[in-house]
């Protein structure tokens, strides 16, 4: 029997596989055919999720494992965010160890375990990066510029200026009004880019940011590869590099960022250093179920046997939202 986790990051969900706890691993074919399956609302596990997690060994230095993303529609992505803050305490749990870096496609990230941001909410501190703006590194093309910073796009939305950022994952960011927040603009554009179209080649996470207050935001993200989630790790990352630049007299950088987001709240930190950029993203990693499942059915990508516990942290995410919404309200 192997076991899978449930697991999520400001409600953005996700199953983790430790390859290294099979006989045989999986091969890539069948990583990607089980994420498409096991995340499927109807015909998947527990509703399904955002993503599958695919943790493995690394040799790197310093690094504990590696960590490799699959979103729902089996595209695989170089960075997540909020599965980083999971993977990290997995691998924090089963080494016992509370600092270290995690290998991820494009390079190995430092991560920390935090205090608890509420009573049974472990939280963790990844390290987003590298960040850059240059249009090949997202990629995107025919906006008739090499950086997208703050700048109007007609072609996107009549009204609204936008940011173009890789962490290194592909983003795209706006800030709205509320109106515009709960308008269709968001799901529409962020269909529109990650169809075939000629800005983003590979797709694009769009994240809308309202500015509700100093070093405070709300955002909201479509997700490249699997539509809106509950929130998007990186996307508020990149977000909060944008306010940092956009709105110098709303921001500061290496001062701590309230991110909101219909999943919950996660906090980040943005580091500017002679004109590199990193950010901190510091947030729950919540492990909802344990999924006990044979091997041989993994490989064969059948979840009929599945055998699942459910843990006694989802109760405790939702009392730390409810506080959440008591403080926003003050
Ligand atoms: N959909 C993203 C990957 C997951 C990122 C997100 N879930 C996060 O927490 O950063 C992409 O294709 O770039």
Do not use: W
């Amino acid at each position: 029997m192997v076991q899978l986790l449930k697991v999520h990051g400001s409600q953005n969900k996700f199953f983790i596989l430790d390859q290294t706890a099979l006989q045989t691993k999986l091969s890539q074919p069948e990583l990607v055919a089980l994420a498409k399956h096991i995340t499927e609302p109807e015909t998947g596990l527990l509703d399904g999720a955002d993503g599958l997690l695919v943790i493995d060994d690394s040799d790197h230095p310093d690094t504990l494992g590696s960590m490799q993303v699959i979103n729902t529609d089996g595209s695989i992505a170089s960075m997540c965010g909020n599965g980083l803050r999971t993977v990290s305490r997995y691998l924090s749990d089963k080494f016992g160890e509370d600092q270290f870096k995690v290998e991820t496609m494009d390079s190995d990230l430092h991560v920390h375990r935090e205090a608890d941001l509420a009573d049974n909410v472990p939280t963790f501190s990844v390290e987003i990066s590298p960040v850059t703006f240059a249009k090949e590194t997202l990629p995107f093309d025919n906006l008739g510029t090499d950086t997208l910073i703050n700048k109007a796009v007609p072609e996107f939305a009549p009204d609204l200026k936008f940011t173009a950022i890789s962490v290194p994952n592909p983003h795209l960011i706006s800030f709205v009004d509320e109106e515009t927040m709960h308008s269709k603009t968001l799901g529409q554009l962020g269909k529109m880019l990650n169809d075939p179209n000629p800005y983003f080649p590979d797709g694009v996470n769009v994240s809308f940011a309202q500015i509700l207050d100093h070093n405070t935001l709300f955002v909201r993200t479509y997700e490249r590869g699997v539509g809106f989630t509950n929130a998007c790790g990186t996307g508020m990352s990149a977000t909060s590099l944008a306010f940092c630049l956009n709105h110098p007299e709303m921001a500061d950088f290496d001062e701590l960022i309230s991110v909101y987001n219909p999943g919950g709240m996660v906090k980040t930190r943005v580091h500017s250093r002679d004109d590199t950029f990193s950010i901190d993203l510091i947030g729950n990693a919540t492990f909802t179920h344990k999924i006990e499942i044979p091997e041989a059915d993994l490989h064969a990508n059948d979840l009929e046997h599945a055998q699942i516990t459910e843990t006694d942290e989802q109760p405790a995410y939702l009392r730390f939202v409810e506080s959440l919404k008591n403080q926003l309200i003050k």
